[in-house]
């Protein structure tokens, strides 16, 4: 078995960021209130190499900002203070996430040289309209571009996607996702819009110009979403903001935040599979269904959600839910019958 990989996160808030885009205030959403430098983030990983377990590979990751848009001076500075710890075999490679139009051979060359494995573009949509309301600064052929130059180049890639941005709606996001899949990307991340305190989509969301995406949205086209990637093979590395003290203490005000989206998320793809297996002829009856191992939670519902709705709509007396060691696909389940 391969050993997992560790993060080791290093946030660079803000640091290259040429727009404000009307969602975005990276100091709240990571918590990390100023932007990392060589010595900060020696600092950082000399701390998680003192607690990570030796036995797995690490990765310093460059988060927040747009590292290929920062100062090259300051982005060697930044990438040259993991060398030693490169050469050494402590720290095994670097990510960094940027933006789709500070991608070029210059930057591209500079990766390569500090040892990065992978890059992670912060697309949101591969709508015009959406990536204009919300300010992105870049065209939809910026991403699919950048997208080409980086794993022509080796690197891996990961895109980033938003839903519930001004101006979307759950078909662009389809579309979205959809043309994430032409690109052939190694993972995405899916992070649901989120409205932070002290950002122009939280004024707007206030003056009523703009209606939040709930996290009932979020689940609900999230669950398509997960479907699309899957189909593709593309692994969704996350869905939703990373819970934080701060977001969970007040910055987030509105939109999908959750703690659990994922898991809600899961769930209803489980409840959607769950109603094509049921038929008016089960009603009365125990319905007793297969699901891979430890997804029971996720096929049961957050306190019986997904079973109360089957006795509901089908009218069977109870729905029980039993692990089976043969079913590999993690959403995937099966009738037992007696």
Not at 181 to 203: F, H
């Amino acid at each position: 078995m391969t050993p997992k990989r560790s993060i080791i996160p290093v946030f660079v808030p803000h640091l290259g960021c040429p727009q404000d885009c009307v969602f975005c205030n990276q100091r709240r959403i990571s918590g990390s209130p100023e932007p990392a430098t060589a010595e900060k983030t020696v600092e950082i990983i000399e701390e998680a190499l003192s607690f990570l377990p030796k036995n797995t590979g690490k990765t310093v990751a460059f988060y927040g900002g747009s590292f290929t848009a920062i100062d090259p001076g300051l982005q060697e500075e930044l990438l040259g203070s993991v060398q030693p710890y490169i050469k050494a075999g402590r720290i095994k490679d670097i990510r960094l996430s940027t933006r789709p139009d500070a991608v070029d051979a210059e930057a591209i060359a500079r990766l390569k040289r500090f040892n990065v494995r992978t890059v992670e573009i912060g697309v949101q949509s591969m709508d015009e309209e959406v990536l204009q309301l919300s300010k992105r600064g870049h065209t939809a052929q910026d991403a699919e571009r950048a997208a080409r130059l980086i794993k022509a180049a080796g690197f891996e890639l990961i895109l980033q996607m938003m839903t519930g941005l001004p101006g979307d709606t759950p078909k662009k996001s389809i579309e979205t996702a959809r043309k994430f899949c032409s690109l052939n990307p190694d993972g995405v991340r899916i992070y649901p819009t989120v409205i932070i305190k002290d950002t122009e989509l939280c004024d707007k969301w206030r003056s009523g110009e703009y209606r939040e995406h709930s996290v009932q949205d979020a689940i609900e086209l999230g669950a398509d979403l997960l479907d699309i990637f899957e189909n593709a093979g593309i692994t969704v590395v996350r869905f939703g903001l990373n819970p934080t003290e701060d977001l969970s203490g007040g910055d987030a005000v509105g939109g999908a935040y959750h703690p659990a989206l994922r898991e809600l998320c899961e769930s209803v793809r489980y409840l959607r599979a769950e109603r094509r297996l049921l038929t008016e002829a089960d009603r009365g009856k125990t319905a007793r269904f297969l699901v891979p191992k430890g997804r029971v939670s996720q096929a049961v519902g957050q306190k019986r959600a997904n079973a109360e709705s089957l006795k509901s709509e089908f009218g069977i007396k109870n729905a029980v839910f039993i692990e089976c060691d043969e079913i590999n696909n993690p959403c995937n389940i099966r009738r037992e019958y007696v």
